[in-house]
């Protein structure tokens, strides 16, 4: 290149100088890559994940954070930031404690730092970023995938926001307080996880032991601004109708008048099959043509163009998915109640899936990690997964979209009276006793929570409680659950205390499975059990004090232990169960009943054996 450049100016000095110069340009630019990771290693000895090697602190889980609701521009903003913990109501530091890798919890390795934070203290964040000119005149909106747990937010030493809430997106539009050049964003952050708070947090414990984990502190998904409109789109919702043919789509916009309109496409590999335009304050109703059907042999994705008009001009679009099908409960021809999908038939079965990584806790190394034990629970045969006591960012739910995997979905455990194992009685549970202000908090995440998942077809199930661990006020909560989304099923508490609310009555038992109680009017499943052990030396999160519910030594034993209940399940399935849940998708730190190492590098079953019987317990129905 740079000899025909040569040849094509004929001037020694001048091509001389501008190759010196290129090279000059590639040794800083290798010079300050250099700089950014001498900043930056994982920190601690613990095992980690082959995705961990992949790490560049410049480029940092770089794909779009919100796959339902996309834009052409954006900028990400995760990467190397200043941090420093200080004691609680302290004033922001005047110097900081060193780096860290947003956004990865500040526990983790991935983190570079590998501390705890605490009650009584006080999580900083601090880094400068410029808008691109090419914004100039557009609104600039400030995005959180999440953070733990209570977040306030500067921008130029002034306070724009703060959100309570450990698992949903939060955003703000920061337009009115930008200056020319470099912008100041300061995040503050407190999280007291089991002490001194009523908030869900899922596994996260102070001092963690067997099944409960190491805490999450602070941004744990990304961070991102997007240039929009002063008139611009904020959120969308679908719902299908199979049996009618329908799609319904509600969009909300921000800045709107009465005369914008909105205009939404739904396209099938690029053909439009039906499309419709109406003013904002209008939920819009589609006809799908002899419509495909999404499910897990077949999980087809329709595009969704929106666009925003004023004064008959476009302001504003965004590309999004959507997905025809129906999740209900019907009887069978001896009378069970099963559950349906598509109006058919079909036992649900998949793992527990924690979510957590030995690298970056709360928070997959790379995208291709955060969808790689999606891949592995469908090569295993599986058709489900059950989201247990934690909430995905956005792109898990659409690989679970994509790949055809159903989802139940948990609400994070937590709550003044912490977990309790209580005896479980039938329709006449206790319950815990909560504040105001905490059953209020309740709400208010839940309800972020399925706002977020709300178009995700994946997402079949809701499950607001875990083994009666918080439980409170059963059929109140049920009730506005499904008045909120009455377009999934409900389970009301899987494990816990039961009342005859909801739509699925759910039992569980370790380690093999029983049909210990049954519910006539109600789908019955398997909520958890299994949970079989083996400890793989050169994978473990710790060295000694691993379990598992049984263990064993070879991956034949887990194995045939493994087929062994699955062939209890199956005789099971036709007395009443209609939806099981084995123990677990991973190891998660000192647990080692995964399916896989914690580290993910092992497989720890004969995977041609566990997908026979898999198919054949998921199929068991047709």
């Known amino acids: 290149m740079y000899k025909y450049f040569f040849n094509y100016k004929n001037n020694n000095l001048i091509s001389n100088f501008i190759m010196n110069r290129k090279i000059i340009s590639v040794i800083c630019m290798v010079g300050i890559v250099t700089c950014m990771y001498a900043q930056w290693k994982p920190e601690g000895g613990k095992i980690k994940t082959t995705w961990a090697e992949q790490i560049n602190p410049e480029k940092v889980l770089p794909e779009y954070p919100r796959p339902l609701l996309e834009r052409a521009e954006w900028r990400n903003l995760n990467g190397l930031w200043n941090y420093a913990i200080r004691g609680e109501g302290l004033p922001e530091p005047e110097s900081f404690d060193g780096k860290i890798l947003v956004p990865f919890a500040v526990e983790s390795s991935l983190s570079g730092v590998g501390k705890t934070v605490g009650r009584d203290n006080e999580l900083w964040y601090s880094r400068t970023f410029t808008v691109p000119p090419t914004w100039k005149n557009k609104n600039v909106i400030l995005h959180f995938g999440a953070v733990d747990w209570k977040a306030e937010v500067y921008l130029n030493d002034i306070k724009i926001g703060s959100h309570t809430g450990g698992y949903t997106p939060f955003c703000f539009d920061i337009t009115a307080f930008l200056k020319a050049g470099e912008q100041k964003l300061t995040v503050k952050v407190w999280d007291p996880t089991d002490n001194r708070s009523y908030q869900p947090r899922g596994k996260q414990v ?32 679908t719902v299908s109708d199979i049996d009618k043919s329908l799609l319904t789509v509600t969009v909300d916009a921000r800045n709107t008048k009465r005369s914008d309109v909105v205009e939404v496409k739904v396209s099938d590999n690029g053909k439009v099959v039906s499309q419709i335009k109406s003013v904002i304050s209008e939920t819009v109703t589609l006809h799908i043509p002899d419509a495909k059907l999404w499910s897990p042999d077949s999980p087809f ?80 045969g599986f058709n489900m997964i059950r989201k247990h006591v934690k909430v995905e960012p956005a792109r898990w739910y659409t690989h679970c ?16 009276s912490g977990p309790q194992w209580q005896t ?24 972020e929570i399925i706002d977020l998942l709300y178009s995700n077809p994946s997402v079949v199930v809701w499950v607001p409680f875990n083994e009666s661990w918080g439980q409170f006020k059963t059929p109140e909560v049920v009730a506005w659950t ?38 006539d009017e109600r789908a019955t499943v398997l909520g958890e059990y299994g949970g079989i052990g083996l400890a793989l030396q050169d994978h473990l999160w710790q060295p000694e004090k691993n379990w598992g519910y049984v ?25 009443g169960f209609s939806g099981a849940v084995y123990t677990q998708t991973t190891d998660v730190e000192g647990e080692v009943n995964g399916l ?10 004969e995977v041609d054996r566990l997908k026979k019987v898999n198919r054949e317990i998921c199929n068991i129905l047709e």
């Open 301 to 380: 994705l329709y595009d969704v163009d929106i666009a925003l008009y004023s004064n008959g001009a476009i302001v504003d679009q965004v590309k999004s998915y959507s997905a025809m099908r129906k999740i209900s409960t019907g009887r069978d021809h001896n009378g069970i109640v099963r559950l349906k999908l598509n109006n058919k038939n079909l036992f649900q079965f998949g793992p527990l899936d924690q979510g957590w990584w030995p690298d970056g806790l709360y928070t997959a190394p790379t995208d291709e990690a955060l969808a790689f034990d999606i891949v592995k629970t469908k090569e295993l």
């Open 401 to 416: 979209d994509r790949l055809g995997i159903l989802v139940w979905q948990d609400m994070p455990s937590g709550g003044e």
């Open 482 to 519: 499904k008045t909120y989304d009455p377009s999934r099923l409900i389970n009301p508490a899987s494990g816990g205390n039961h009342y005859h609310t909801g739509d699925i009555l759910d039992i569980h038992n370790y380690p093999q499975p029983r049909l210990y109680m049954y519910d």
């Open 206 to 237: 102070s001092n963690p032991e067997g099944i409960m984990y190491t805490s999450v502190t602070g941004i744990w998904q990304t961070v991102w601004i997007e240039p929009v409109g002063e008139k611009h789109i904020a959120s969308m919702k």
């Open 596 to 605: 896989i190492t914690y580290d993910r590098k092992v497989v720890k079953v």
């Open 551 to 575: 263990q064993f030594k070879t991956s034949k034993e887990v194995t045939d232990e493994y087929v062994k209940f699955a062939e209890e399940l199956k005789t099971l399935i036709k007395h």
């Open 424 to 447: 479980n009685q039938y329709f006449n549970g206790t319950e815990a006793v909560r504040s105001a202000e905490s059953e209020a908090n309740y709400f208010k995440e839940w309800k």
